[in-house]
């Protein structure tokens, strides 16, 4: 089955500061890798995703990578914010057939100080 | 709409107790899930309905028995828990399986005691 490794578990930046999350997968077979946040106490909410057609994807302060032949996948966040600290879980799952469930990585606390 | 909405929010549980978690959501997803998620873990998946007809179980105890009475609704029953169940249960929508955005309940905070 899919197994997804994040790094690092936990990363402090200064506000403005940029962060980066990496996770890699073993499964060749995932084409769908989506990022979550979840604040204490609140649901995990996504804030980017990608599939395995595209490299990239930007979406103002926040993008993905993803490298198919490493798999590996990587969320960059610029010019953080206090409001940015949060824990956030990348997945990764197939696209159609029969199966269809998110495996998480473990999850990066973040921590941006003002 | 865009919500999936979880009730109870919070619940205390005895281990003789049967108690049910029930989720909703009316945006025409076909595929709803259950997922657990203990404090600073990432959620760990249960079981994947897809078109009222369930997908995936991963290996969960009797213990536990869902239920999809239709498109929009999901039930999570509860039977003679341990207190080692006690988590937050969270339930997922998408459009299809997964590939598409999975939307996220507020969660069930379970505690057994």
């Known amino acids: 089955g899919e197994n997804v490794e994040q790094h690092p578990s936990t990363l402090s930046v200064q506000e403005g500061d940029s962060a980066v999350i990496k996770c890699t997968y073993s499964?060749?077979?995932?084409?769908?890798f989506p990022w979550y946040k979840q604040e204490l106490g609140k649901r995990p909410q996504l804030i980017i995703d990608i599939r395995s057609n595209v490299g990239e994807k930007k979406d103002q302060r926040i993008a993905v990578t993803l490298n198919k032949t490493a798999k590996h996948f990587s969320l960059h966040i610029t010019e953080t914010q206090p409001e940015d600290s949060a824990v956030y879980f990348c997945?990764?799952?197939?696209?159609?057939?029969?199966?269809?469930?998110?495996?998480f990585g473990k999850g990066t606390k973040l921590s941006v100080k003002p | 709409d865009t919500e999936v909405t979880q009730t109870p929010k919070h619940l205390v549980m005895g281990m003789t107790n049967k108690k049910s978690l029930k989720c909703e959501q009316h945006?025409?997803?076909?595929?709803m899930y259950w997922y657990k998620q203990k404090a600073k873990k990432p959620p760990e998946l249960m079981f994947v309905y897809s078109y009222e007809k369930l997908s995936i179980n991963e290996s969960v105890p009797s213990r536990f028995s869902p239920e999809c009475p239709n498109s929009s609704l999901l039930n999570l029953h509860l039977h003679a828990l341990q207190p080692e169940d006690s988590a937050l249960y969270l339930c997922a929508s998408s459009l299809g399986l997964q590939g598409t955005e999975a939307f996220f309940g507020q969660g069930t905070r379970l505690t057994v005691v």
């Open positions: 499964d060749s077979a995932s084409n769908y």
């Open positions: 997945a990764a799952s197939k696209y159609g057939g029969s199966q269809g469930n998110l495996i």
């Open positions: 945006m025409g997803h076909r595929a």
